[in-house]
């Protein structure tokens, strides 16, 4: 499936899809986001627009934003293509400790 034509009931699909951490539909700030959360720290996964000029002609491109937080501050990443969306998804899961390996670890 293309970024272009997915819901956000899609993106929640396929971020599940991954094995990777649990995701749900955010609420409040996070409205229109899905995230994954435990403790301190989170993931959400939302879509966003940027209009990049190609020749004489502007584009309107849909792309899909992954940021992660802890508690003292975050990182996040625009991603063209869910190739992209994926890895940085799984690279911030195992920095922050929200991978599904770490909290099957943390209930022993």
Not at 20 to 41: D, N, P, Q
Not at 94 to 106: A, I, V
Request: proline share 2%; glycine share 14%.
């Amino acid at each position: 499936m293309e970024i272009e034509e997915m819901t956000l009931g899609d993106l929640l699909a396929w971020a599940n899809s991954l094995g990777v951490c649990t995701f749900a539909t955010g609420s409040g700030a996070l409205e229109g986001r899905i995230v994954c959360e435990k403790g301190g720290a989170r993931i959400d996964v939302g879509f966003g627009r940027y209009s990049p000029t190609i020749g004489d002609e502007r584009a309107n491109m849909r792309f899909v934003s992954v940021r992660a937080w802890q508690k003292d501050g975050g990182m996040g990443a625009p991603c063209g293509t869910l190739e992209k969306a994926e890895r940085n998804v799984r690279l911030y899961a195992e920095r922050y400790g929200l991978s599904e390996e770490h909290m099957q670890l943390s209930l022993f």
